[in-house]
């Protein structure tokens, strides 16, 4: 039994205020776009939430900055994707988080990702993970289980 929240009703109000308002929607682990790992293996080969925390702050700013693909997040907000994109992480990898933003598919709605732009983000989210020198085959079961989200996310 999960409710419709709107976002900023679950934040502390220091965060709200630094995060910008989204339309109510359902929160459910679902949305995260796969299951947990089992144990805790994945989360220690990670770093623990301080080592995905780290990873995601690499990533976002990677993204960002990247010539190529820094136009799709040129006019989202940085401070909601840094959380829910920990908080994703963070439960994919049964770190002890649980995950409050929308599915893939309505998070990604109308930007426009293509195959080539996915391609990229993989790359940038490879070299975050190798900064944090997180095990080779860590990260192929990590990027597995992200492997079917491109469906929800790239649109044409």
């Known amino acids: 039994m999960f409710a419709f929240v709107a976002f900023a009703a679950l934040m502390t109000p220091q965060a709200a205020a630094q995060e910008q308002p989204v339309e109510p929607y359902k929160i459910d682990p679902t949305n995260a776009g796969a299951a947990p790992f089992a144990g805790d293996g994945m989360a220690r080969a990670f770093g623990g939430q301080d080592g995905i925390s780290r990873i995601v702050d690499r990533f976002v700013t990677a993204n960002f900055a990247d010539r190529r693909i820094g136009e799709i997040f040129m006019n989202q ?30 998070a990604h709605k109308d930007m426009g990702v293509q195959q080539g732009d996915m391609n990229r983000l993989v790359e940038n989210l490879q ?11 860590a990260q192929n079961r990590f990027l597995a289980k992200l492997a079917p989200m491109r469906r929800d ?4």
């Open 77 to 106: 907000d940085e401070v909601r994707l840094r959380r829910v994109l920990f908080e994703q992480f963070c439960y994919i990898l049964n770190a002890g988080c649980t995950y409050t933003g929308r599915d893939m598919r309505a």
């Open 127 to 137: 070299a975050a993970m190798q900064a944090e020198r997180v095990p080779f085959a």
């Open 153 to 156: 996310v790239v649109e044409r």
